[in-house]
């Protein structure tokens, strides 16, 4: 077998395993273009595990429905289990890679390592990009062709080779309705624009003034469908 009827063969295992999870979405990045600090884990990522797995899964259309002006506590729930079945999917993926021999770093969907600069142990929304599942969009988020931004995702790393994804190199063209629905005000025609402050600082304000405990919003999300 030539190395690249191993890569396909390997690329195979991983989208079986991923939809036995029940996974709706995933690629394959090239890490040596990823060019960014793996926080907390040192040079073990970029320089032993050159490809990373992107997988992602849907938000419920019926909870975001409920969404009018901010989050909600059904929303907060809803968010939080789907962090913890992509922390599961991202655990079982790593062990069936390991069971082939090969090493796996499976991160946490959603944790904050680095509370200065506000920043988890790596970006799965660039590895994302990288991955071939999206492109970043006014809202500063990862939009999906498909699912636009009603999608958690989550990233883990290896050394099993694989067929990279190819980038999609597309944006969100003329829609503009994450704009007006921005609760903040901190989503611009420009995504260079986009208000990090602004943002952060609203979602500060949910998070004390509903109790919900975490600094999420989803009101962007919400209107970010793509072709559901």
């Known amino acids: 077998m030539t190395g690249e009827e191993g890569r396909a063969g390997h690329n195979e295992k991983i989208e079986g395993w991923l939809r036995g999870l029940d996974v709706d979405t995933f690629g394959i990045a090239d890490m040596s273009c990823y060019g960014e600090e793996i926080t907390g884990i040192g040079d073990v990522a970029t320089n032993e595990l050159p490809f990373a797995v992107s997988f992602g ?3 419920s259309v019926g909870v975001l429905s409920t969404l009018k002006d901010g989050p909600t506590q059904l929303y907060l729930h809803h968010y939080r289990q789907l962090n913890y079945r992509l922390d599961m ?7 069936s890679i390991e069971r082939e ?8 969907a959603s944790q904050v390592v680095d509370w200065q600069r506000q920043r988890g142990h790596i970006n799965h929304k660039k590895v994302g990009v990288m991955a071939g599942l999206g492109w970043i969009g006014r809202n500063n988020l990862l939009v999906h062709p498909l699912f636009g931004s009603q999608v958690r995702y989550n990233t883990v790393l290896t050394d099993m080779p694989l067929q990279a994804s190819r980038e999609l190199g597309r944006d969100c063209g003329s829609c503009m309705a994450c704009v007006a629905a921005c609760p903040a005000g901190a989503i611009r025609t420009e995504r260079s624009e986009f208000d990090h402050q602004g943002c952060y600082e609203m979602l500060s304000r949910f998070r004390k003034e509903r109790n919900i405990g975490h600094h999420i919003c989803g009101v962007c999300v919400k209107i970010c469908g793509g072709k559901r």
């Open 89 to 95: 999917i991202g655990y079982f993926l790593g062990r």
């Open 57 to 59: 899964i849907v938000l």
């Open 101 to 108: 021999g090969f090493r796996a770093i499976p991160f946490a």
